[in-house]
């Protein structure tokens, strides 16, 4: 029985120390992505990390836990707006074959193009 204590122990002492590895990395991503915080209260967070690691990490939270939330918010929108931008530059114009020989061919009735362009354009959707 006393096994059991001794493991149970065991695992939630690995969970709380897991549980701050996740915290403190959380928070050196945020100090890093903060562009208004200044490189010496940068150092002066990561030496009271190394110092005092669990009380600086509570004051941490404490005094920046919501602009914490909002910066990374703001990186997840712009991360976002980057993939967005990337999707619609790939994807085109989304027509099909036949919808970009009908704007070919109105082109061509129209004037804009002569016969050989549109034969071209023509191709150019079949391939």
Do not use: C, N
Not at 12 to 20: L, Q, S
């Amino acid at each position: 029985m006393d096994d059991f204590w001794s493991w149970f122990w065991l695992m939630v002492w690995w969970f709380f120390f897991i549980a701050y590895l996740i915290i403190l990395f959380q928070i050196l991503g945020d100090l890093f992505r903060d562009k208004a915080l200044s490189g010496w209260w940068k150092a002066v967070w990561v030496v009271a990390l190394i110092l005092v690691p669990y009380l600086s990490a509570l004051i941490y939270l404490i005094a920046r836990g919501r602009g914490m939330a909002e910066r990374h918010a703001e990186e997840d929108r712009a991360r976002k707006q980057i993939m967005d931008d990337y999707v619609r530059a790939t994807a085109g114009s989304g027509k099909s074959a036949a919808g970009e020989i009908a704007d070919a061919k109105a082109l061509y009735d129209a004037g804009a193009i002569d016969a050989a362009e549109f034969t071209t354009l023509k191709a150019k959707a079949l391939a």
